[in-house]
C-alpha cells in the first residue's frame, strides 16, 4: 500500500514536470507571426497633361527677352531668325524693359512657315520682312479673357488700317485671328504675365496689301485717244506792205520815184511841142 501511494506521487510529480516543461516550451516553439504590413500609398495622381500645342514657361524674374523666351520653347526657330535678322528683338527688349507698353505676340511655329510656298520669304525686301515680323506684335498686353471684347481691327507695330487690318474674334472657346488671306487660331499659350503674352499660331500671319498681287493701271481706250493737232508751221515771208521806207532827208523812196516820173512826162510834152510847133 505504501509502495502504490508513492508510485502515485511519482506519477503526479512527473506529470506536474511535464506538463510545466510544456508551458515553458511553448512559447518558443510557437512560430512568430510576421508583424502585420504597413499600407501602401497610392502614388499621387498626375497634373492634369497639358495639350501638345501649350508649353508652359515661368514668367522672367530679370529682363525680359523675347528671343530667350521662344529659344526655350525649341519651336520657333524660324520665328527666332527673323526677330534677330529685322532687328525686331532689339526693339521689343527696348520697349519691354525701358517703358511701360507691354506687349503681345502671336508667334508662329516652324511648322507654319513650311507651309508658306516655297520662296516666300526670299522673295521679300528686307522692308517687308521687317513688316512681316510687326505684323505679328500688338503693342499692348491682351490676356486669354481679353480676346472676347477687343475691337477690330486690331493695330499691330507694322501699323494699323486697311493695309495690316488685324481681326480677332472669340467663339467655341477658341481665339480665331484673320487678316484677308490668313485664317487661324491661337493653340496654346508660351508665356504670360503683366507686361507680356506670347501665343503660339499655327499658320503665318499674312497682311492682304504685302501679298496680294498688284493690279496694272488700265491701258486708256482708243475713243479716249484723240489725235494731237499738228504744229503750225512758221514762215519766213512777211506780208506785203505798202509803208514806205524813210529817208535821211525826210522824203520817202516811193514819193521820189513818184516825182521822178512826172518830172520825165512833162519833158517829153515840152519836146514834142517844140518839134509839132506849138
Known sequence: MKQQSLSSISLLLLFLHFTNSLAQLSPAAAPTQPPPAAPVKAPPAPPPALPPSTVQVQPSKGPLDVVKILGKASHFSVFVRLLKATQVDSELF??????????????????????????????????????????????????????????????????????????????????????????????????????????????????????????????????SLKAAPAPEKATNSSPATDTPVADPKGTSASSEGFCFSNNVVLLAAAMASAVLGF
Not at 105 to 132: C, H, Q, R
Not at 198 to 219: E, R, S
Open 94 to 223: 527696348l520697349q519691354l524693359n525701358n517703358t511701360n507698353n507691354g506687349a503681345t505676340i502671336l508667334a508662329p511655329t516652324d511648322g507654319a512657315f513650311s507651309g508658306l510656298k516655297v520662296g516666300t520669304l526670299n522673295s521679300l525686301s528686307d522692308g517687308d520682312k521687317i513688316e512681316l515680323v510687326k505684323f505679328h506684335v500688338v503693342p499692348e498686353v491682351i490676356s486669354t479673357t481679353q480676346f472676347e471684347t477687343v475691337s477690330n481691327p486690331r493695330r499691330t507695330l507694322a501699323g494699323a488700317g486697311k493695309r495690316f487690318a488685324l481681326n480677332v474674334t472669340t467663339g467655341n472657346s477658341m481665339v480665331n485671328i484673320t487678316t484677308g488671306l490668313t485664317n487661324t487660331t491661337i493653340s496654346g499659350t508660351v508665356y504670360a504675365d503683366n507686361r507680356l503674352a506670347i501665343y503660339q499660331i499655327d499658320n503665318v500671319l499674312l497682311p492682304l496689301d504685302m501679298f496680294t498681287p498688284k493690279t496694272a493701271a488700265p491701258a486708256p481706250s482708243p475713243s
